[in-house]
């Protein structure tokens, strides 16, 4: 009974069988074409249904019904105005998003626009400078200029020298610790300013292994703290203090030597 | 003009494709003046609901009004005699005893056949449609439809033969 009724349906399907290809057929009307595909009855049903819908393309539009074709509307429609597209919760979310993209990109580009080898460790020192504090340090009473034999006697630290600028401040207190990559980094604390120097070894191309250069002092901004950074023999020296550029700028325009 | 007739119903463009209307007016009417008066009113009149922004939220819209007004424009014409036709299986030459046709003839000869077997015709063969949407525009069942075309198919092939004997069945 089943049976019947099943095939009685695909028999229904059968004769409402899309003409061509453009009509989507659903499931059940392609299971039962495909069942049917090589039946002589089902082929010549087809050629016959192709030939009239192909005679029905055939009837002529007449010239007064085929002006109802043109694209113009009966209906005035109203344009589109700029603001109304600039109203369009779509556009204003789609503008907002690209607005905060590009200021993104921006605030990037001009925090990098200074950017030198070994600004990335300089920025980490100075977030090291801010929670630092004295009884962290060994206490040592001398000028700073003149550590450089106690890093390199110590802890065999070369050419880790305080510049001219700076080698004339009294120290606190000094240490060397090592940094998250294993590079020996040495801290001084100094009485002017509250000011603290960090010597650190400057960044090397990763291929050949030469030291990344670069001339005279280079600013670095991070947490309220200013750093002034430059590079002599490998090493690079960072002189750290709570507060903006012109903090230190009496010493960097200091004549060297003094 | 496709636009504003398309209506709030979204139905792609081609489903409310105008020229393929006024075939299916020419069909069901088989008189190409009388199509063209159905399909210049109801063009008019979709324009005028259009404007007042009462444009149907149904699919086929525009063919099931244009249904109707062939329907009601024949309603007192004189109506075809309800005698047996002939009827012969689907012949393997029809495909070109049908290119013998005129698509006027064939308009006439679809146009006199009771409906909703008329209207089934007409739409089946705009090729335009696939079964489920003739379904929902004539409110036929799939038997209905299933029945009312392989009849119509087989009606069709007995008038073919008597205007075009083929000379193997004479």
Redesign the interface.
Known sequence: MKLLSSM??Q???L??A???A?????HP?RSAMSRADNSI?FV??Q????????????????A???E????????PTTKRTWRDTLRNPAVLAISIAVAVIAGVFVFNFISHLNDFPGSATARKLLGIAASTRPVMLDPVNAEAGKLSDLFFMKHGLEHYDVPDEFADLDTIGCRVFEDDESRRIAQIWVSEKRMQFFLFPAERDSKTGSVLRFPGWRHVHQEGWTGAVTEHNGVCFMAAVRGGDKELAPYLSQPAGK | MRELFRGPSRVPERKQNLPQLYRFCFLMLGDSRKAQEIFHATLREAAVRAARGELPDEPFWLFRDARWRCLEATKNDLQPESVKMDECDVAREAESQIERLDPMQLAIWISTAPDPQRSALALFYLDEFDYREILDITDLKLSELSRLLAKGRRQLQAWLDSKFPQPNKV
């Open positions: 009685r349906r028999r229904s399907l004769n409402c899309p003409i061509s453009r009509q989507l057929a659903d009307m009855e010549d049903q050629n016959f249904d192709r030939a009239v819908a192909r005679l029905v393309r055939l009837i002529p539009i007449p007064e019904s085929a109802w074709f043109s694209e113009k509307d009966l209906v």
